[in-house]
């Protein structure tokens, strides 16, 4: 049967209201009676040595000292009776026996409509059953009498028993109802979890496994996530036809690009006069050759990771070192000072070509964006068994805080970034992230948070071997 998620919710609280009601009358009745039990047991017992007196009293003809007992315990009305051969009750008399039950309802009246009463009637039926069997003897007269015990709770005992398993019955009803509801919610509480998770998945690009969620149910969570899954599969599908266009072009525009060198080659031999021309031609031809090649690199490194990187010891502080000197020299007009704090153990194992392109294009990327005179640091520290790098500049940093996922993304150019004198497609930090990831690494960007302006992007990296490369 299908039940829609309103329905559950609906049979679910109903139950626990039913259940709960049913088990407090029962847990109300059950610990009602073992509390009044136990005082009934204590009556008796009191009762018994009452009788006992009493019983020796008759025995001595004293009847004075019983009459006396019965006005000094008024209590003792109703509960002591003695009764004679005939069935007539000697002692109390009539007079004390209303007396005493005007006093007790003044005490704590309990009217008919109370909704007590029917309560109250039933525990004091119940009550008879404690009554002991009448013990009979022997005046000094002569006569066979008989002392009956009939124990009984005044109205405000009784109550004040029921009022003391209060706190039992709300602590047996609370564990009760916290375990009948603590299935569904969990059960909720993990679909919610599971639907979140593939939310987040989306939103980081890994459509692929919003798409693995077994279902179970048929209700509205489970058509919601029938539609997450679709969704993902949707954006998977797309980012595949993406991936594979550029694929497509980037190899379809190899050859053509390789017959316009060779041709500006030739036309360079045939037509001297045009060397100017030509050089611009080649120098696009070589642009768009390098653009080539990054978007397959990207390809390259998102598909099949562990076909193209090498194993070998990489010490990224002499990999810095290399590139800083290059980056200085190119950027020398700019007057930026270089900073590199060398961590004491900096080798791991990789593919140091790979290595050295993501760490160059993201020290150039820093280079690039920060004004003449501003400086640029690279902080490398060794955390057991992560290799940390980070890297900051004192340029414009990013406006946007959604920006710092996007600059790692193919082609993305922010508006602060798109004059055209910087170069580049907006590949580079792409490709290095996509380097690091290839090596089981993480990269994130973030605008410096010690109080100074600029960008700093955090490179963790495994000094253990990656299963790449095993």
């Known amino acids: 049967m299908k039940l829609t998620l309103f329905w559950q919710f609906f049979i679910t609280t109903l139950a626990t209201v039913v259940f709960t009601v049913i088990i407090s009358l029962f847990a109300e009745r059950w610990l009602t009676e073992r509390a009044v039990t136990t005082h009934m047991e204590a009556r008796i017992e009191q009762l018994t040595r009452i009788q006992n007196s009493i019983m020796a009293d008759l025995q001595d003809g004293n ?38 039950r005007k006093n007790e309802l003044t005490a704590f009246p309990v009217g008919d409509d109370d909704p007590r009463r029917h309560w109250l009637d039933m525990i004091g039926s119940w009550q008879d059953s404690f009554a002991p069997p009448a013990t009979a003897i022997t005046t000094a007269d002569g006569d066979k009498l008989f002392v009956q015990i009939t124990p009984r709770l005044s109205i405000q005992e009784l109550l004040q028993a029921r009022r003391g398993t209060f706190g039992v019955r709300f602590v047996l009803l609370l564990l009760l109802s916290a375990a009948i509801c603590y299935a569904p919610s969990r059960s909720l509480s993990n679909r919610i979890r599971r639907l979140q998770r593939n939310v987040h998945q989306i939103g980081s690009g890994q459509y692929q496994a919003a798409t693995t969620t077994p279902q179970r149910k048929h209700d509205e969570l489970a058509a919601l996530d029938h539609d997450i899954a679709a969704l993902g599969q949707r954006l998977q599908d797309s980012e595949n036809a993406r991936n594979q266009m550029l694929s497509d072009i980037s190899h379809e525009l190899r050859s053509p690009l390789a017959r316009m060198q ?209």
């Open 262 to 470: 060779v041709a500006t080659e030739l036309t360079r031999d045939q037509a001297p006069q045009a060397t100017a021309y030509l050089d611009r031609i080649q120098h696009d031809i070589q642009r768009m050759n390098t653009l080539i090649a990054d978007i397959i690199t990207i390809q390259s490194l998102q598909h099949n990771s562990s076909t193209i990187l090498d194993s070998e010891n990489c010490d990224i502080d002499a990999l810095i070192d290399s590139i800083g000197v290059d980056v200085c020299f190119e950027f020398q007009h700019k007057h930026i000072n270089w900073t590199h704090q060398r961590a004491g153990q900096a080798t791991l194992i990789g593919d140091k070509p790979r290595l050295h392109s993501a760490l160059e294009n993201i020290i150039r990327n820093a280079f690039m964006h920060t004004a003449a005179g501003g400086a640029v640091s690279a902080v490398v520290t060794n955390h057991g068994d992560n290799l940390h790098i980070d890297i900051s500049d004192s340029g414009n940093g990013i406006t946007s805080a959604a920006d710092c996922e996007r600059i790692f993304q193919p082609f993305v150019r922010l508006d602060n970034t798109r004059q055209r004198k910087t170069g580049g497609h907006g590949l580079g930090l792409a490709i290095a992230k996509a380097i690091i990831e290839a090596h089981q690494g993480s990269i994130s960007a973030q605008n410096r948070s010690d109080g100074m302006r600029g960008l700093h992007i955090a490179i963790v990296l495994p000094l253990q071997p990656v299963s790449s490369f095993e």
């Open 63 to 100: 009847p004075q000292a019983i009459e006396r007992l019965y006005q000094q315990q008024p209590d003792l009305v109703g509960q002591i009776s003695i009764i004679d051969a005939q069935g007539q009750i000697r002692y109390p008399d009539q007079a004390q026996l209303r007396t005493q």
